[in-house]
């Protein structure tokens, strides 16, 4: 009798993509009571583990939740918020939402281009910075906002640019 061949998840071992970051993941998953209608949360925090969310990375979630492929890339290719090229170290996220646009976020945006020196979805020569425009982010109270990785800046001004950049310069 020949045994049923285990179907594993491919975890790919490769410097970018560590063993363990897989697991942290798969731990993540693991410890949710539901994963259903979690997609996005968990997309969240692959991006979070990963710094963004390789092929390799949608697949394993994918069989994970035992969904198809498809579906998963249909959803990181949907936000712009999640990006399946590696970044910078840090991703600096100006959103672009009405409400931040009618409070000058286009100019916030323009600012952080020219210091910067990259457009948007650039990334830094240093590889400290990548930048993104956005969509709402849900924090219209504080509108325009700028995000650098999961911490938010609300009623951004010109002039606090360069302090928010600075404080990822240490
Ligand atoms: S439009 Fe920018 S947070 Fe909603």
Do not use: W
Request: charged content about 30%.
């Amino acid at each position: 009798m020949t045994r049923p061949r285990e179907i594993g998840v491919v975890k790919p071992e490769n410097e970018e993509l560590p063993k363990e970051k897989f697991d942290e993941l798969e731990q993540f998953i693991d410890g949710m009571k539901t994963t259903k209608g979690e997609l996005i949360a968990i997309l969240h925090k692959a991006q979070h583990i990963f710094g963004y969310i390789p092929r390799d990375v949608q697949l394993f979630v994918a069989r994970k939740l035992g969904m198809p492929g498809a579906e998963v890339y249909g959803v990181v290719s949907f936000y712009s918020y999640f990006s399946t090229q590696p970044g910078g170290k840090h991703t600096i996220s100006c959103c672009m939402g009405t409400a931040c646009y009618v409070r000058g976020a286009n100019k916030i945006l323009e600012a952080i281009k020219e210091k910067l020196g990259i457009e948007s979805n650039g990334v830094t020569e240093d590889g400290l910075f990548a930048l993104k425009d956005i969509r709402c982010v849900g924090a219209c109270g504080l509108a325009p906002v700028v995000m650098v990785d999961d911490k938010i800046y609300g009623r951004v001004k010109e002039e606090d640019i360069d302090n928010i950049l600075n404080e990822y310069r240490k």
